[in-house]
Each structure stands twice: as structure tokens, then as C-alpha cells.
């Protein structure tokens, strides 16, 4: 959410973050609504010390034995003048906060301009990438072979885009979300929390899911909303409350189901785990003050890197550019890791995390407040979400990169504790 006391002072400003994200203006509209409502609450406030006025004029006319009946006359239309002003005031508050909520974030200054994902920069890249002696295959391939992935039989039970994972594999997912889960919490400083798969509209909201990404959400008919990633409901945790400053950096980790309709997605990796309506995620979410903000920024994307590093997975850190970073983030770094068997055997670079840095944009939305130890002023902190990373495409990656000729699949030794000391994946 934005703040209107800095659209008023700076108009132009807010104009010109929303056209780096290839937006048109929104600062005039918003003045407007903005200098309607307040000229109204202005009338209001006016009307209600005139009847505090008439209130004592009337008074003191029935004490002294005077006709009243003219002040109270006037009392009586101003009474519903108010009304008509309050009404007034509500349905213009309405609806600048409509138009607010549906702005997204700005942007930092240092993320690069450009429309597309084609203007995102690589910041760095991590491993080399492996060398095969023969074709290597996609996932699917490799799990259907192995008679562990299947498809057409949880198509059978869910439709399009679920997958049921049998054996060796269902263990290997298993024992990356554990994994990840120790990493974080043992070495990394976060705390483990269990969380609710299912918000209220006021959680979705406070995330900025609600109402900009209803589409792609999943509602059950009692009106509560499936999660699509537990960022929703640990930054929530906070939502409303005023915390120490002495309490912040707050980090939790989370490993939830992850439920998206993908209603944009139509026809975009139909085939396999890449893209499905659920999978499972291990989540990393940071309040913090905003003089922390850029380091705890760095410090979580380093966290999920340290997962590819031990998972023996090639990688690289790309920073997305003003068109591709997200509705509530002011900037982004997607870490993407390589899959040889996509394309044929060709391999490509794919989103495993995205590290996200909001701003005070989702604690003014959540109404999350601190107070500051030096002077004890009550401020918004920053909240910080990333992946820690995709189980199901860790999975993936794991699955390609770790192939062997047969078919089976080394497990990063990592791992090992996890599966009973089981070093290799095969068919039974």
C-alpha cells in the first residue's frame, strides 16, 4: 500500500515508479479522489462544530424561557447534512483505497529498467554445468522410466497438472523439504513454523495476493483462500501488532503445500512437474527495520544458494528487471538453476527461488508496526520473502543433473542421512 501523505508531496514521483513497470500515471486521479474526500471531511467537521454550537445556543434559550424551535430546525438539517457527508466521505474513501490497493510496489533505484524478462541481468553464475556422454532427459522422462512418476494416474484422481510420486522418489521429495528445513534452522538462523493452508481474505490481502491476483488463487466455498506459498501466512503473523525493534530481524521457515490456479499459464509446461497446481516449497520470510532491509536482502538469497551449492546443482543469481519484478516487491533476485534434459537435451536456466525484498509496502497493508528503540516513534518495518527453495523443482534439478546413463540417479550425498544411507535412485 502506498502512503498518500508521499503522493501529495511528490506526485510526479509516483508517476514515474509506475511507468518504469509500464504503467500509466496514477497520481492525478488520486489527487483528486484524495481532495474531494477531504474537502468533504473539511464540511463535515465544520457542520459538527456548528451543531456543537446550536447545542449550547439551545441551551441556554431554554433556560431563559426563549423560543428555541428555529435552533433546533437548524440543528435537525444540519443533522442530515452530516449524514449526506458521511456517506459521502465513506464512498470517496472507498474508492481511493481501491485505487491505491491496486498499485504495486516501487521500485528500488538500483533495479535496471526494461519491459521484459529479457532485461533481466545476471548477476553471477555458480557450478559448471554437467557434461554427459549421452543425451540427458527431462524429469518426466527419467521418473516415468524409474515407474515412480505418475501422471496419467494423478490426472485420474485431480486432473491436469497434479503428480503422484511413488518409491525412491517420493522419499528424495521428502528428504529435500527436510534438508532445506535443517539448513535453515540450524545453520541459518530461522526459526521453523507450521502454518495454516488455509487464510481469510484479510491474510490474502495483506500480501497483496487480494485483489490483484484473486485468478490465480484457489477459494473454497466457505470463503477462505488455499495459500500459494506460506510467505502469506508467516509475514501475516505480524499483521496489526506492534513489535520491539529489539525482537527484529524476525526469520521464519516454513515447508507448506503450495496451491496456484496458473490461470496465466495456459500451455506453458504442460508436461511434467515444472509447473503444477500444487507442490510443496520451503519458504524463508524476514521483518526487519529498513536499515537492515538491503542486507537481509543479500543475507536470505545467500541462504537459498547455499541449498544448490550442497545439492551439487550449477546456478546463477539474475536481479529481474522493472517489468518482471512482482506486484508487492521493490526488487527481486531469482536464482535459477540448470536442467540438461530440457529442450531435447539441450538444457536451460530455470526459476528454483525468488528472494524478494517489499519494502514497508505489505506492512502498511498488514497494518505491522515497531517501535523504534532510540525515540520510540511507531514506523512500518520491511518485510523480506524467498524460496528456500522449490522442493518439486529441486527435485527436478537433483533428477537431470544427477543422471546417469541407466536411467538412475546419484543422490547428492547431502542427502544420504535422509534416505537410510541410499546413494543411488533405480528402478525396483
Known sequence: MHDMR????????????????????????????????????????????????????VGQARRAGADSAALEAESAALRTDMEQLEAEAARLDSELRYALERLPNRLDADVPDGADERANQMLKQVGARPEFAF????????????????????????????????????????????????????????????????????????TGQLPKFESDLFQTTDGRWLIPTAEVPLTNLVAGEILDERVLPIRLTALTDCFRSEAGAAGRDTRGMLRQHQFRKVEMVSITTPEQSAA???????????????????????????????????RTYDLEVWLPGQGGGQGAWREISSCSTCGDFQARRMNARYRAAE????????????????????????????????GSIAVPEVLWPYLGGTQTISAA
Open 6 to 57: 508521499a503522493i501529495r508531496a511528490e506526485p510526479e514521483a509516483l508517476d514515474a515508479a509506475l511507468a518504469r513497470r509500464g504503467l500509466p500515471g496514477a497520481s492525478a486521479m488520486l489527487l483528486r479522489l484524495d481532495g474531494e474526500r477531504r474537502s468533504v471531511l473539511t464540511a463535515l467537521q465544520e457542520r459538527q462544530a456548528r451543531r456543537n454550537a446550536l447545542a449550547r445556543e
Open 375 to 406: 525515540d520510540k516513534s511507531v514506523r512500518f518495518p520491511h518485510t523480506l520473502n524467498g524460496s528456500g527453495v522449490a522442493v518439486g523443482r529441486a527435485l527436478i534439478a537433483v533428477m537431470e543433473n544427477h543422471q546417469r546413463e541407466d
Open 296 to 330: 537481509e536482502h543479500e543475507r536470505m538469497t545467500q541462504c537459498a544458494e547455499r541449498v544448490l551449492a550442497e545439492l551439487g546443482l550449477p546456478f546463477r543469481r539474475v536481479v529481474l528487471c522493472a517489468g518482471d519484478t512482482g506486484f508487492s516487491a521493490a
Open 135 to 206: 543425451t540427458p532427459r527431462q524429469h518426466f522422462e527419467l521418473g516415468e522410466a524409474l515407474g515412480q512418476m505418475e501422471f496419467e494416474r494423478a490426472a485420474k484422481l485431480a486432473g491436469s497438472r497434479f503428480v503422484v510420486l511413488r518409491g525412491a522418489l517420493a522419499r528424495l521429495e521428502r528428504a529435500l523439504g527436510q534438508f532445506m528445513l535443517d539448513l535453515h534452522t540450524r545453520e541459518h538462523g530461522y526459526e521453523e513454523a507450521s502454518v495454516p493452508s488455509l487464510v481469510n481474505s484479510a491474510t490474502a490481502y495483506g
